[in-house]
């Protein structure tokens, strides 16, 4: 409640110099509130880029070696690795993904190998890089079939777990799945596997990028609305991460962000939990875009970063993760 009155009281008082705006300041970003994303791809000593994310890439294994150095040094806590695979490596079942010399289970390889524990490495659980639907579990007439993919998502788990994964991201949106996984995890002596779980994941227009750069929007048959949220509801959002906490969820992603800032705020109110935020490609892409034509300043990122962390978020996956000290003051 405010007590007081104008002239007696002058909320500008406080904004008038630097110093007194950042001592009353209520949040703030650092490094530590990030998580990059890293597309991976087949072969050696390559660099594509993306076309539709301006100054995102897609790198072979042997090149994220600097990218990894530099989420150090700039002391990003964790990186997130996703996979562009060859059309001759998927298949209606996505079994690729069960593969113990995969993409990604190589990448979890290399960097532990080489970097031990100082940079956390998040895997998403999902099979829609691995299919040629383009789905995230398996199709039978249109429909994707709950339970038995999440057969498939806890072989899947479970490799990543033994590759040396430290948080595991299912994304799939299958009921059950965080239950099924942590059980799974626990019976294999994983217990200080954490999962983040995309409890609140929305059948949103604003993926075209990612699909882009995972290989998957072209052979995407239909859409995904019978398994992600409908956009239209929020109260359903409740349900589903009370759900997944009930079941094993150390945290949860919101996704998208910032249409959903609203989502994260409840969650953050009615629960205490981490909650994460993902800035997706289209978020990320109309930014960029606008940025480089000059529509608005670059100021406006650390604006819209911001944004997620005033709804509550303790962390965002953002593929501006790599550009931190071009953008936080």
Known sequence: ????????????????????????????LSASDFILPIFLIEGKNKIQPIQSMPDVYKYTIDRIGKIID????????????????????????????????NLVCRAIRYIKKRYKNKIGIMCDVALDPYTNHGHDGILNSGYVLND?????????????????????????????????????????NFKNVQILSYAVKYASNFYGPFRDAV?????????????QMDFKNSDEALREVALDIREGADMVMVKPGLPYLDIIRT??????????????SGEYSMLANAINKKIVKKAAIFENLMSFKRAGANAIVSYYADRLNDILP
């Open 148 to 188: 038995e993919t999440i057969d498939i998502l806890i072989g899947q788990s479970l490799l990543q777990a033994e590759m040396g994964c430290d948080v595991l991201a299912p994304s799939d949106m299958m009921d059950g799945r965080i239950g099924k996984i942590r059980n799974a995890l626990d019976k294999k």
């Open 70 to 101: 530099r989420a150090i040094n700039n002391q990003i806590p964790m990186v997130a690795l996703f996979p562009n695979l060859s059309k001759k490596l998927k298949d209606p079942f996505g079994n690729e993904a069960l593969n113990e010399n």
């Open 1 to 28: 409640m405010i007590t007081g009155k104008y002239p007696s009281l002058r909320l500008r008082r406080s904004r008038k110099n630097s110093w007194s705006r950042r001592l009353v300041a209520e949040n703030n």
């Open 215 to 227: 290989g998957s929007k072209i052979s995407l048959k239909g859409d995904k609305k019978t398994y």
């Open 267 to 280: 969650i953050k109110n009615n629960f205490k939990i981490p909650v994460f935020a993902y800035q997706v």
